[in-house]
């Protein structure tokens, strides 16, 4: 259902994000991308829905290559292909409802989003999928009123509401408690079950991914050095991937330099 | 005892001896030497100043006429020349205001590098810096030679530097906002305007409305320096009052700016408590 061939990234700086990475992901998989900091696991979901334009290979969803798209063509793929962010990227100033309905912008006009005037069946569903995700009281709060995990399950109907095929999901659980991290694995990888979506769930806790996802794949500095079921996940996988283990240190700056080269790209 | 030799002493030397902050200059040479040429200077300098105690003293008889009338303001023998010069200021003040916005908005969003294209920036980062380049007062001397005397030429001055300024502002405001939440509404699918709409509006819009009463505030405050070139409003009735020494009219007018100044003040600080 969504195929990467020879996927590669190189930043204006030189950095290579990503090197041919080749990946094939069939419907209604659960995918877990493991990896250490800079490995290239947020350029990787970023240059799916090109919020990172890859600048060589190809992404092909349902037989349709992405990467040629034009902007309006991209916009109506980028429908099918819910995110769901690491700090949640609520609009903090909006009201829940209005996060919500805003993963509706790909299906309703300028006039009809500006006014808020949204059709009853999307309102009807963003009602249900804040029941679903246990939400519904909270319906009409600012985005920032709520907690992390609170902000995470919003985040989880906006990109449900798109009707998607796939889930793109960036550290959905980096900022959140041991606990409100389980339950949120919990429910994007029930969701998934439920509407037989494919989702690629970026995860720095190994742990928490060999829990709920049926497929693993490790990066190492952009390229595949792992790909298989979690119990595959030996020690000495894991220090394949991960490298020595004062690596831990640097981790903070890795990430800075990260966000640098993406802004500089974007 | 100097602070360098200070730091080979040991813990038990120091206990019980008093503290002193090191100088700002250490070497005491340097530091004295430097006291007695800024002595001299003010010396030299005060003593330079020629002083005709003449018109100090002509000076201050005015200064005083002018301090009474401060006390005694005339509202009433010219009412009809300030009301209808505060009626023209406060058109002009609330036009270019307006108009000043809506052209900032469009220029804002095309000077924020993070959702511009290059050559759209280029362009209206031109437009702030001619804006900003130019003196409220050169623009209006320029205006009133091209439309001749009157408000017209105030409203355009000032509707051109509200452009400068907000413009500006809004674009760094944009600039600095949350990439991730702008990136999330992207990511659903949404046109571009949708985008500006959902993703950056919400973000700036605070600091869009209190720049706004910010600069309705000022463009109050220019109208008022505007009228002495003939660009219309109240400072052209304030002028007159001047040239004919009419200090008790003036004091009015200036006091009825500051009254109304003082209220736009108070105004814009409920506002922008409200809409955070």
């Not at chain 1, 992390?148 to 959140?176: C, F, H, M, N, W």
Request: with cysteine; aromatic share 8%; proline share 4%.
């Amino acid at each position: 259902m969504l195929e990467l061939k020879k996927l590669t990234k190189t930043y204006a700086t030189g950095d290579q994000a990503l090197k041919a990475v080749e990946v094939e992901i069939p419907a209604g998989q659960v995918l877990a991308l493991i990896g250490p900091s800079g490995a290239g696991k947020s350029t990787l979901i970023r240059c799916i829905n090109r919020l990172v334009e890859p600048t060589s290979g190809s992404v092909i969803l349902n037989g349709e290559n992405i990467t040629k798209l034009s902007s309006s063509g991209l916009r109506r793929a980028r429908r099918t292909m819910g995110m769901i962010f690491q700090e949640y990227a609520l609009v903090e100033r909006l009201t829940v409802m209005e996060n919500v309905l805003s993963g509706r912008l790909g299906y309703v006009g300028f006039w009809r989003a500006f006014l808020r005037k949204y059709p009853q069946s999307d309102i009807d569903e963003a009602y249900r999928l804040l029941d679903r995700v246990g939400l519904l009281a909270m319906a009409d709060k600012r985005a920032d009123e709520l907690s992390g995990g609170q902000r995470q399950r919003v985040g989880i109907a906006r990109a449900l509401i798109q009707d998607p095929k796939l889930l793109l999901v960036d550290e959905p659980t980096a900022s959140l408690d041991p606990k409100t991290s389980r339950q949120i694995m919990r429910l994007i990888c029930e969701l998934c079950a439920e509407r037989g979506l494919a989702a690629i769930i970026n995860i720095h806790d190994v742990a928490l991914a060999q829990m709920f996802v049926q497929r693993v794949i490790g990066l190492q500095l952009g390229a595949v050095q792992f790909d298989g079921p979690p119990d595959g996940l030996t020690p000495e996988v894991l220090t394949a991937i991960y490298g020595e283990e004062d690596w831990q240190a640097t981790i903070e700056e890795v990430d800075e330099d990260d966000l640098e080269n993406e802004s500089a790209a974007a | 005892m100097s602070t360098a030799t200070l730091s080979d002493v040991g813990l038990d030397d120091r206990l019980g001896r008093a503290w002193k902050k090191p100088h700002f200059i250490t070497n005491p040479v340097l530091r004295y030497a430097l006291l007695g040429v800024t002595i001299i200077y003010l010396y030299l300098a005060v003593n330079s100043i020629e002083v005709n105690w003449a018109r100090v003293s002509e000076g201050l008889v005015r200064g005083w006429e002018f301090v009474k009338a401060f006390g005694n303001p005339d509202f009433t023998s010219r009412w009809t020349d300030i009301r209808e010069g505060m009626i023209e200021s406060i058109i002009i003040t609330i036009a270019s205001t307006v108009v000043g916005i809506a052209i900032s908005i469009p220029i804002g969003l095309g000077a924020a590098r993070n959702i511009a294209p290059l050559p759209v920036y280029i362009i209206c980062r031109a437009i702030v810096a001619i804006s900003r380049a130019l003196n409220e007062i050169i623009v209006a001397i320029l205006m009133v030679a091209i439309f001749g005397f009157g408000p017209l030429a105030g409203f355009i001055t000032l509707s051109f530097a509200t452009i400068g300024f907000l413009s500006k502002l809004l674009a760094e405001e944009i600039e600095d906002m949350s990439r991730v939440q702008a990136e999330a509404i992207q990511a659903t699918g949404s046109s571009w305007l949708q985008w500006i709409n959902y993703g950056v509006q919400p973000q700036v819009m605070p600091r869009l409305i209190g720049l706004s009463i910010y600069r309705l505030d000022i463009n109050f405050r220019e109208s008022a320096v505007l009228g002495l070139v003939g660009a219309g409003g109240i400072g052209a009735t304030l002028n007159t009052a001047f040239d004919r020494y009419e200090f008790d009219t003036a004091a009015a007018i200036l006091i009825i700016i500051i009254v109304i100044v003082m209220a736009l003040e108070y105004l814009s600080g409920v506002i922008r408590a409200r809409v955070q």
